[in-house]
T-cell receptor, first 112, second 114 residues
Framework: RKEVEQDPGPFNVPEGATVAFNCTYS??????FFWYRQDCRKEPKLLMS???SGNEDGRFTAQLNRASQYISLLIRDSKLSDSATYLC?????????????FGAGTILRVKS | GAVVSQHPSRVICKSGTSVKIECRSL??????MFWYRQFPKQSLMLMAT?????????EQGVEKDKFLINHASLTLSTLTVTSAHPEDSSFYIC??????????FGPGTRLTVL
């Protein structure tokens, strides 16, 4: 079983739609949580951190449930430019300090 | 602006040759840099942690003699893929960590071994 699991998609949605991604992680020692965005053949870029209290950044809302080891990302009013792969990432203590563990990503395609 | 640069962005080489990839921290001095590898449709996998002035620490299953890492200064780490083979073809990405929760990635190097 992968340490961070995501539905690979793709999610094909029209502009203006609301879409939600889910992620689960298996290591209870995970300390912090993030969503990254990766465009085709590019490096990942931090979208937002995820907190237990839930946090919002414009059209994006992230939520963490530590008890269920579950992370979510909600995108409202989808734009064409939101098309990308969304990576669920956890930061946990490894053998030599903290390390980021990446999910394989969920593909989002927003169409006009 | 960019925090991390990588060179080259793309390399195509013959099987058996060695390829060196450079990673530079542009904005701050990084005692630690990270090297990842990403195969198509798969997640980024941490290969090794590069420590300035000391040996790199490698993740389980990563051959240290094949992937040579040198972190000679606070702004430069290099990854050398020795005797590259087609199965080493991948997207190699480095990153630097400025704060515990702030990590920046380089633009990546796409390696194709023929």
């Amino acid at each position: 079983r992968k340490e961070v699991e995501q539905d690979p998609g793709p999610f094909n949605v029209p502009e203006g739609a609301t879409v939600a991604f889910n992620c689960t992680y298996s290591n209870s020692a995970s300390q912090s949580f993030f969503w990254y965005r990766q465009d085709c053949r590019k490096e990942p870029k931090l979208l937002m951190s995820v907190y237990s209290s839930g946090n919002e950044d414009g059209r994006f809302t992230a939520q963490l449930n530590r008890a269920s080891q579950y992370i979510s990302l909600l995108i409202r009013d989808s734009k064409l430019s939101d098309s990308a792969t969304y990576l669920c990432v956890v930061n946990r203590r490894g053998g030599y300090g903290n390390k980021l563990v990446f999910g394989a990503g969920t593909i989002l395609r927003v169409k006009s | 602006g960019a925090v991390v640069s990588q060179h080259p962005s793309r390399v195509i080489c013959k099987s058996g040759t060695s390829v060196k990839i450079e990673c530079r921290s542009l904005d701050f001095q990084a005692t630690t840099m990270f090297w990842y590898r990403q195969f198509p449709k798969q997640s980024l996998m941490l290969m090794a942690t590069s420590n300035e002035g000391s040996k790199a620490t490698y993740e389980q299953g990563v051959e240290k003699d094949k992937f040579l890492i040198n972190h000679a200064s606070l702004t430069l780490s290099t990854l050398t893929v020795t005797s590259a083979h087609p199965e080493d073809s991948s997207f190699y990405i480095c990153s630097v960590r400025r704060h515990p929760n702030e990590q920046f990635f380089g633009p990546g190097t796409r390696l194709t071994v023929l």
